[in-house]
């Protein structure tokens, strides 16, 4: 009674969550992307591209990249092996359980007829899929609050998963294990399958089939006690394989449930007396009916929707696809991620995230607050400060994208948030980051006036503080032309590369050493690439962070732009200990000038 039910509505709750999912995914979107396009243009352009892909050469890629990608996790295993374990214990142990065991009416039995859950292989196959999920959410335990991988946050949705996967497991290897031992389960099945005669009192035919069971199958009777007669044994194996067989293996197969049922053999009678077999039971259908009933609304939700993202990026691009599909493909991306955090823990930029601690800084962090604005959620003057300084601080390297094992285009998402920020007219200092080095080189895909207008708000907006006998400042001035950037060390020419993003500073012990770190060390490192950059030598060379400086290189490995920074400032030492204008790196023809 319970299960239909409640099935019927569970089911209607996951087709209304997929139905919501499907019109987030047509109808909203970030400005640059999906300004142009109706709903409905989106929907037809949908149905187009997926024609054209089915029925072009496209359609082998799309074919790998559902083995390689969705089957078999190929980003996660290159990724880490330990995370690749997790992922595919969780997966194709829940998929085995889902379609063989809750779905195996629907499924199962249409293809095997007869089916019955309880004979080998199902029943073996469900024990096995059941321990590779335990063992995938116990590597996903470990991983999460014992190894505590660096940059790895866990929300709430992440305790719902374990929570509700541990319910649905828990109470199933439990009933399991009690419905091994129940009196009244073997009674209940013997009435219903039995070819036993129905008059119990006495019955010896019931008799002899209950001493095979207490024997062989783990059944706890009231009844069967002390040495067993081996002619009422052999008549009861009789009857099991005329009635039972075909129906049941042999209960030590199911190797979670078997054990369970012996360490609760000395209270089993209790147990069954209590009614707690039908309590588990209840307890069970409806873990899983919750978890299917909130699947589209919870992070479970990936398990259909990152397919989809790993099928799409395998066949789109931003140079051929319809701008249409892009911006519908951005919002199934918000849905696909799995939040593992491999993103943030290869972000250029993470070093910030350790001084700075705003976590929207974070590639997954971030996907969180973005997927609230899209969906028109009005953020506190903090989150969207919070969100703002973490979107200005990417410096579109692309690593969060090239690691990411849900085929999410990360950078292109930033890039178009920024824009989307932008457009906005949110007026905002770190609009002069590297976003606007990037927003520069991408001229060409924004029209004119729309290009302008971010930079005319920013001219009235910002201005540059100094001191010159009075306080005040002064409008940024944009027009001027900047100098030409030297060339540079001969080991070290990609220094044209910096656009100051600050990640050399924010790594840099030396600045963490001191409470006022401009105060103590002068120039910066990102303060002395700029020096540089500007060709002003002697103020590089002139301070005392280029003494202090350990040669760590952490600045240098923790560089987006793959500058040399800390042999830039060992060139310099070298420069200020000989007194020297220049050396045969520095001067000559184009080199620094003091």
Sequence with gaps: MVYQFFLPLALAIFGLGLIYKIYFWFSKGLVRTSRNFTTWERVQAAFQGIFKTIFSLQAGALAKALVLDVLFQRRTFKEDLLRWAMHMSIYWGFMVLLLMHALGSLVMAPLFPPYYSTVNPFFFLRDLSGLLVLAGMSLAVYRRFIQKVPRLKTHFMDYYALAILMLILGSGILMEGIKITSYSEFLQMARDFGTIDSKWEGNQELQALETLWVRQYGLVSPNVKGPVDPQVLARGREIHEMSCLECHSATSWAFLGYPTA???????????????????????????????????FSKMGHILFTPLSLLMNAVMDRERSHPANIATRQMIELDACTHCGTCSTRCSVGAVYETWGNENILPSEKLHSLKALVRGKALEPVQLRSLLEGVYCCTSCDRCTVVCPSGINLRELWVDLKEDLVQRGIPERLILSPYSFVRGLNQALHPRKEYDAPIQMVRQAVALPFEEGKKGGIPLDLSHQAPALPVFLPDARNFANCFVCQNCTNICPVVAAFENPEEALGLLPHQIMTSLGLGLLDPARGNRMIWDCLTCYQCQEHCPQGVMVTDLLYEL?????????????????????S
């Design 573 to 593: 030492k070298n420069l200020a200990a000989g007194n020297q204008r220049g050396s045969a790196g520095l001067t000559g023809q184009g080199g620094l000038r």
């Design 262 to 296: 012996k360490l609760l053999s000395p209270i089993a009678l209790f147990l069954d007396r209590t009614g707690l077999p039908a309590i588990l039971w209840v307890v069970h259908v409806l873990s899983c009916l919750v978890g299917l009933a909130y699947l589209p």
